[in-house]
């Protein structure tokens, strides 16, 4: 169980499903910093980024993550910097976090930050299911999430497919614990 509170979950919901083309709208993380009697005690980062000008807003993007463009408001450098250190001395796990990585790592290098070993040596939950190849219809975080039992009413919001890939995450690695209080 101490693994946990070395790991970092992260998501991210985007401008467009191609990095080339698009930012990070939403970005969130949470990081286990407590365990205690079968309870987590959970920090949580879930920032809305302001998009550059002239960058380009798929439809297909934004159908699947049903974010309102006027709530994408923070700057990116602030937002960016204060993942860091939120994020800072931990692992990286995320669900396809090849997509997620890749996104942070143009949007950074776009306003001059440098992500440094950040993702080295990540967790891809995605890879683990695919390598136990669970009785599902599709490797969906969704799909995964409700053959485990979890509520995917609030999924592609980057802050809820956070949560489900800690809880994905856990049922593979059989922990049997729960969220006790968020802070952040």
Same mark, same amino acid.
């Given at each position: 169980m101490d693994e946990l509170l070395n790991l970092v979950f992260i998501d991210t919901e985007t401008s467009s499903l191609y990095s080339k083309y698009g930012e990070i709208l939403q970005l969130s993380a949470l990081k286990v910093v407590g365990i205690k009697d079968g309870k987590m005690e959970v920090a949580k980062f879930n920032e809305f980024i302001?998009?550059?000008e002239n960058i380009r807003?798929?439809?297909e993007a934004m159908r699947i993550n049903q974010i309102p463009l006027?709530?994408?408001t923070a700057d990116k450098t602030d937002v960016f910097t204060r993942f860091m250190e939120f994020c800072e001395g931990r692992k990286v796990v995320g669900y396809n976090v090849g997509y997620d990585i890749r996104y942070i790592m143009d949007d950074m290098e776009k306003?001059?930050?440098?992500? %440094?070993?950040?993702?080295? +040596?990540?967790i891809d939950v995605y890879k683990e299911v695919q390598y136990r190849?669970?009785?599902t219809i599709n490797n969906k975080l969704t799909t995964i999430a409700e053959?485990? %039992?979890?509520?995917?009413? +609030?999924?592609h919001d980057s802050a809820a497919d956070c949560m489900l890939t800690m809880f994905v995450y856990m049922q593979l690695r059989g922990y049997n614990l729960h969220v006790n209080k968020r802070k952040g």
């Open positions: 302001a998009p550059s807003i798929d439809e006027e709530k994408c306003i001059g930050l440098d992500c %440094g070993r950040m993702f080295y +040596n990540s190849r669970l009785p053959h485990f %039992g979890a509520d995917v009413s +609030n999924a």
